[in-house]
């Protein structure tokens, strides 16, 4: 099989969303920087609630999907529709916002850590028009899967195979095909996974440093940046110098028009502009 190897690096930026979240995001930091179906990846980590108290407060979202993973932390989900979701550590809330949806992420804590991850998935056009939904997945939801050479693998979204053994994350069936694994791994320690060659696949750095590509061909991913692959039918991670842990997320592009407005992502500039008249009348939703 053709090993994928690391093609390009984006640094994350620190920035801030919300009332006021201090975060750094890599995929979307700047108009365009996508990876279909991939729209954006923000990671959050602060130990002074100064950094994230103010939380995201009530906000519209159309055409995409979100995908909110805590590694640290309490939040409530609250939407138009009166559902109540608490998102605490190592759990994983999906949300089709479809249609439209209206809804907030308020921090349960005052103090402690608070570190996690939102990615946003694009939806196909025929599917960004269909009823908003949402999942909470619970950490024990969600399979962990000890590596044979050291090291261990969360599956959120998708399948791996170790050791002759298939394991399916709790995510399955949707038409982007999403993988999305937490993967730590100690020095020298390896995984390896199949993806399909014409899938999209990155990997996002936020502990240590891992190693991406075939022995003697890899390069170094640091910690707080997304390191984009190239075409290939497989990727092989191995942990860095002092170990680490990253996302490995992949999905199936959709080779369709972006036009993004904020909270909004549709196929063309006047399905946008319909998006923020629905949502002034207060029609988002209906």
Do not use: C
């Not at 975060?23 to 930091?29: I, P, Y």
């Not at 990846?41 to 950094?51: I, R, T, V, Y």
């Not at 196909?124 to 909470?136: L, S, T, V």
């Not at 490995?248 to 369709?256: F, H, N, T, V, Y």
């Amino acid at each position: 099989m053709a090993n994928r190897e690391l093609q390009r690096t984006i640094e994350s930026v620190a920035t801030s969303d919300g009332a006021g979240v201090k975060l750094r995001r890599s995929l979307g930091s700047e108009r365009g920087l996508y990876l279909d179906p991939f729209l954006m990846l923000d990671e959050f980590s602060s130990d002074d609630a100064a950094d994230y108290i103010a939380g995201f407060p009530s906000h519209p979202h159309r055409g995409f999907e979100t995908v909110t993973y805590m590694l640290d932390g309490h939040m409530r989900h609250e939407d138009h529709l009166g559902h109540r979701g608490e998102l605490t550590s190592g759990g994983v809330q999906w949300m089709t916002a479809g249609r439209g949806i209206i809804h907030s992420e308020m921090p349960q804590q005052d103090r402690g850590r608070m570190r996690g991850f939102q990615l946003w998935i694009n939806l196909p056009r025929r599917e960004k028009m269909k009823p908003a939904k949402y999942r909470d997945i619970a950490p024990h939801e969600i399979p962990v899967v000890e590596l044979p050479g050291g090291g261990r693998v969360k599956v959120i979204a998708g399948n791996i195979t170790v050791d002759g053994r298939e394991v399916g994350g709790p995510i399955q069936g949707l038409t982007t095909d999403p993988t999305y694994l937490d993967v730590e791994l100690p020095r020298g320690a390896s995984f390896r996974h199949v993806i399909a060659s014409d899938y999209t696949a990155f990997v996002y750095a936020f502990e240590g440093s891992v190693e991406i590509g075939a022995e003697g061909r890899s390069k170094t991913l640091g910690a707080h940046r997304a390191g984009v692959t190239s075409k290939g039918e497989e990727i092989l991670l191995r942990g860095g110098d002092q170990g680490g842990r990253a996302l490995l997320i992949a999905g199936r592009p959709l080779r369709e028009p972006i036009v993004q407005y904020g909270p909004f992502v549709m196929t063309t500039r006047e399905e946008v502009e319909q998006a923020v008249r629905d949502y002034q009348s207060g029609t988002l939703t209906s």
